[in-house]
């Protein structure tokens, strides 16, 4: 085991320098490499190259000397061979010796691979200005070293006068000096300076952050540096196609692990480090952005200026980059975790973090080796299996709404046909900590079990004490809508946020969903599919032919308006007959802002489930349609006394004290056959209803409409258009128009509610505001008040608790033919009623004459099945003459049951002819 290795160790192999340290290994090469230069020329094409692609000026390029090979000249190659002695030039790296089968060097020499290509010859020259090697662009430094030296070596290479890698220092007159830049590359340094940056440049990130680190310092303390910052290329390696592109996604970030690795070593050298990011944006395909090409793309010092001045320490890089991916975030938490939990020294324990051994724990032990007197102690290192996979902490989360509330994200490999996938889990922070739930994370893949989940637990302890200060900590939310966060309004709509202002991206509340369940779903369908053009111009035909259709419409965009205007959460009710299209339009309304089909509620809801639903949907647009109205009777107690309120049921927690109670804003929209209000309805709910009675034999739409609104593919469009413009509006300009609307209806509307005229206000003024920012229609307050007061100016008075029980009751013997028994005539005999039997359950009798003899128990359960009382109701049908009843001697009315002929023990309810009348003449 003693050989894993961790992710902070692996780098790639750097190519060497060239040689120069001591005054000895000076004067052998220095006269080498300055014969040189002055043998060599700078060919007129790399010239216009360094200027029109690196945007270096011939300034620059005069003073620091660069020079073309293009095969080398033979004869300045005998030059130097005639000049200098053969060892001295094999020493300077111009002459490399041939090697034979075995690896063994012989005598004969040749020419240097990095001068006997083509290309740009770069010099490299100490403070004296002194030459002290060269190598060609994009080619390998020469690795120095004799036979039976080990290039791993450093005091080898001290001693024999030679370093495998140097510094490139650009000769240019840099005046500001307080802050000392760090570019990867010579002609990224050159650029740097060339605009006036102080800057350095290191052949390789990782081994100056690596082996040749104490050297950098050395270096940096020797010429007075107190402040360092890392500029190094901006690219992206994650999208397939791209040059740069790395199918091994834990390779594709090395660059900003290393730079993230010098600084925050050399922060704890004591020296102020920091990294900037140059922007991806500068680059028009973004595909990658260096110094050099920005310059040469012609980006000014003060566009620089700007970017460095944004450089980030070590502790805010993962919270604060710009161009931080969250792939790329999750993949430096795990390199910098590794780094941060390696073992320091012998004595200390440590971890080490690995994709292919995942994760150990290394100590260091005494072992007894030997026996008897024999017997020596020996330090060992033990090695403890912590996890099989690569698991580390890549987030901090923490609830918007409440104090309490701490998430983390934990990330880990799953393999995948024998490859490791990442894969990411956000728990509460109490998972973590506790063996047993750490064990319920196996069922997601998480690799722990039952002998390694307290190694695990403790793991992830420490880690999260070394790394929880640099990690982001996201802000999480349970419902969509309007939420304010440091101080920024925000609105969430499914997998987006939307802000007027700008801010960091771990400031802005998301979504939590979990993985699974009809929310998630939900929340997927929360954004726009298929083709913009196409839905508007089907939504203007619906609101155009039909005052109800536009109506809904504007509904739906106030939605997201009713907490910007201080308006109680209003529910508009459409009621009248099937097949009128209210359904088919209620779609329409849904697809302002999501996929419909998802976006209604299912036949199935529940009072528990509308409840979390209306909080998942807060500020946002709330349907329920008759199927579910007329399957679930509840539901219209649930919309008056829930929805209106915005608040659900305070319920107990098993192990003592109360849950979180839920809370919503927004505006619902529902459709049914009958109206959900009645003068029954106690503290005032009903004037948060605007109920809407659609015209008996007057579609809404016809049938070609309707149908086209059913197969919707186009949605999502519309509500977020009208996002983005609300979150950047005057919210007091909206209230003072929203307050005008107000008045002008109060005149036209004089005996509505206050809340209900309020309501409608705001429904007008999304009339108007939809179609300048969604419909691309221009659109007019005045309209939008008489469309208001068109649609509720003649509605008819609410029915009374006696009719509406009357059009219940005449709407369940119609909808259950089979249970009521059908007679030749209107004396029901023994024998009749024992065919009740066959009719199980039987509801009772249908006359020839058309009356109807109910059993009190099957109907006495439907009506309280609608909250009304059975004993109340039928002395209501008894005062308006609806059914028959038995008279006493002084003929007056004594019961409204009456027990048919020779059932003396059996009394029914009796529907006359009367009653039917009424339903007849109310339709």
């Known amino acids: 085991m003693s050989s894993h290795r961790s992710l902070a160790d692996t780098a790639p192999t750097e190519p060497s320098a060239g040689p120069h340290t001591s005054a000895e290994g000076a004067r052998v090469v220095t006269p080498v490499y300055r014969f040189l230069l002055d043998r060599l020329t700078l060919s007129d094409a790399h010239r216009r190259e360094l200027r029109e692609k690196r945007g270096f000026t011939d300034d620059t390029i005069d003073a620091l000397e660069f020079r073309s090979v293009d095969g080398f000249s033979h004869g300045v190659e005998m030059e130097l061979r005639e000049r200098f002695p053969v060892d001295d030039l094999v020493a300077s790296g111009v002459l490399d010796r041939r090697s034979v089968a075995g690896g063994a060097e012989t005598a004969e020499t040749r020419l240097s691979g990095s001068l006997a290509g083509h290309g740009i010859v770069i ?23 004799r036979p039976g030296e080990d290039e791993e070596d450093e005091e080898a290479m001290e001693r024999a006068g030679r370093n495998p890698v140097e510094l490139y220092v650009p000769r240019l007159d840099v005046r500001d000096r307080d802050t000392l830049y760090v570019a990867e590359g010579e002609f990224k340094a050159v650029a740097n300076a060339q605009m006036g940056f102080w800057t350095i440049a290191v052949p390789g990130v990782s081994s100056f952050a690596g082996k040749h680190f104490a050297r950098l310092v050395d270096w940096l303390k020797d010429h007075g540096v107190e402040r360092v910052r890392m500029v190094f290329d901006t690219e992206d ?34 020296l102020h480090a920091e990294i900037a990011t140059l922007p991806l944006e500068w680059d028009p395909e973004r595909r990658k952005v260096d110094v050099d090409g920005a310059v040469g793309g012609g980006k000014r010092r003060s566009e620089f200026a700007d970017v460095y001045d944004a450089a980030l320490s070590p502790r805010e890089y993962l919270r604060h980059a710009p161009g931080v991916t969250d792939e790329a975030r999750v993949i430096l938490a795990l390199k910098i975790g590794a780094k941060l939990l390696e073992r320091e020294d012998d004595t200390k324990p440590g971890y080490a973090v690995s994709v292919g051994n995942g994760v150990m724990r290394v100590t260091r032990e ?19 299996q912590v996890a099989a996979a690569s698991v580390w902490l890549a987030g901090l989360g923490e609830v918007v709404e409440a104090a309490s509330g701490q998430y983390v994200e934990v990330a880990y490999t799953y393999p995948r046909d024998g490859k490791p996938v990442l894969r990411k889990l956000l728990v509460e922070r109490d998972a973590i900590a506790n063996r047993a739930k750490l064990i319920d994370l196996s069922a997601s893949g998480f690799p722990v079990n039952s002998g390694t989940a307290g190694h695990c637990v403790s793991y992830l302890s ?11 900590t996201r802000r999480y939310t349970e419902r969509n809508g309007w939420h304010a966060v440091d101080g920024v309004d925000q609105y969430v709509i499914g997998r987006k946020t939307l802000t007027a202002k700008r801010s960091q991206p771990g400031n802005r509340a998301q979504l939590r969903t979990g993985e699974h369940g009809d929310l998630h779903v939900l929340a997927d369908a929360m954004r726009p599919a298929g083709n913009v053009d196409r839905w508007r111009e089907l939504a203007l035909e619906a609101r155009d032919a039909s005052n109800h259709g536009r109506l809904m419409l504007s509904a739906s965009f106030a939605a997201p308006l009713v907490h910007l205007l201080n308006v109680r959460s209003p529910i508009l009710h459409l009621y009248g007959q099937t097949r009128s299209g209210k359904t088919a339009l209620l779609r329409l309304a849904a697809s302002v802002w999501a996929n419909p089909q998802l976006y209604l509620v299912t036949h199935n809801a529940t009072p528990t489930s509308l409840e979390g639903r209306a909080q998942f949907l807060c500020d946002m647009l709330f349907c329920l349609d008759e199927l579910q109205l007329q399957r679930n009777p509840q539901l219209r107690e649930t919309l008056i006394y829930m929805f209106a309120q915005g608040t659900g049921r305070t319920r107990a927690k098993a192990g003592g004290g109360l849950r979180d109670t839920a809370r919503w804003r927004g505006l619902c929209i529902s459709t049914g056959e009958e ?55 005057d919210r007091d300009d909206l209230r003072k128009r929203h307050g005008d609307l107000d008045r002008e209806l109060r005149d036209k509307l004089p005996d509505m509610s206050g809340a209900s005229r309020a309501a409608l206000a705001a429904v007008a003024l999304a009339d108007t505001l939809s179609c300048e920012w969604a419909l691309n229609k221009t659109g007019r307050e005045d309209e939008a008040v008489d469309l208001m007061h068109a649609l509720f100016s003649d509605q008819p008075a609410p029915e009374s608790v006696a009719e509406r029980a009357l059009q219940r009751t005449v709407a369940w013997i119609d909808a259950n033919p089979r249970h009521f028994i059908r007679v030749r005539d209107s004396a029901i005999s023994e024998g009749e009623t024992e065919l009740q039997e066959q009719f199980d359950p039987c509801y009772g009798v249908i006359t020839r004459e058309g009356e109807v003899w109910m059993f009190p128990d099957g109907w006495g359960d439907m009506m309280r099945q609608h909250n009304l009382n059975p004993r109340r109701i039928t002395g209501d049908f008894r005062e308006r003459g609806w059914v028959e009843t038995d008279y006493g001697a002084d003929m007056k009315p004594r019961h409204p049951l009456r027990q048919p002929p020779e059932r003396k023990r059996q009394r029914m309810v009796v529907l006359n002819e009367r009653a039917f009348e009424a339903v007849a003449k109310e339709r």
């Not at 209803?689 to 409409?705: C, I, K």
Request: aromatic share 10%; glycine share 8%; net charge neutral.
């Open 123 to 145: 010099p490299y020259f100490d403070d004296a200005g002194e030459c002290i090697t060269v190598r060609r662009h994009k080619h390998g430094l020469s690795k120095l070293r």
């Open 237 to 270: 390696k994650a999208t397939p196609g791209l040059s740069g592109y790395k199918e091994d996604v834990f390779r594709r970030y090395d660059t900003q692990f290393y730079a993230w690795r010098m600084a925050w070593q050399l922060d704890r050298a004591g």
């Open 366 to 384: 005494k072992q007894k080796r030997g026996a008897g007197k024999e017997a020596t102690e020996q330090w060992e290192d033990k090695w403890t």
């Open 462 to 472: 420490e880690l999260e004490a070394r790394i929880a200060p640099m990690l982001p």
């Open 675 to 729: 109206q959900i209000t009645s003068d029954t309805d106690p503290g005032g709910q009903a004037s948060r209803a605007l109920e809407l009675r659609v015209p008996m034999g007057m579609p809404l739409v016809d049938e070609d409409l309707a149908d086209r609104l059913y197969r919707l593919t186009d949605w999502g469009h519309a509500g977020m258009a009208f996002l983005n413009e609300l979150i950047r509006a």
